[in-house]
Nanobody, 121 residues
Framework: VQLQASGGGLVQAGGSLRLSCAAS????????MGWFRQAPGKERDFVAAIRWGTGGTYYADSVKGRFTISRDKAENAMYLQMNTLRPEDTAVYYCARANELAYAPAQYYYWGQGTLVTVSS
């Protein structure tokens, strides 16, 4: 399974970006797809997750109300709409797949290559 993340870039504070994650093979309904981010010198942190089958969503407190995770089953793709971006959102964003809902990176077994989001002040 390959996950391809895209959509990162440079944006000013208060702006928006939409990240995409395309999977090379079908995503099972029981799977959970997630977004993580890693800033320079910091650990990889949970951002958001979505249950592929039900569409249930989960967010880190730091992004709740600003970010929206979604998925398109027909396209086998996942998205992260990021609004009201802040400089502290600057990081490499990764998409990943897990067997069940989890917030720790170690619980996810497939990872995309990451896409860089830079938010300028």
């Amino acid at each position: 399974v390959q996950l391809q993340a895209s959509g990162g870039g440079l944006v000013q504070a208060g702006g928006s970006l939409r990240l995409s994650c395309a999977a090379s093979v079908r995503t099972y309904s029981s799977s959970v797809m997630g977004w993580f981010r890693q800033a320079p010198g910091k650990e990889r942190d949970f951002v958001a997750a979505i249950r592929w089958g039900t569409g249930g969503t989960y967010y880190a407190d730091s992004v709740k109300g600003r970010f929206t995770i979604s998925r398109d089953k027909a396209e086998n793709a996942m998205y992260l709409q990021m609004n009201t971006l802040r400089p502290e959102d600057t990081a490499v964003y990764y998409c990943a797949r897990a067997n069940e809902l989890a917030y720790a990176p170690a619980q996810y077994y497939y990872w995309g290559q990451g896409t860089l989001v830079t938010v300028s002040s």
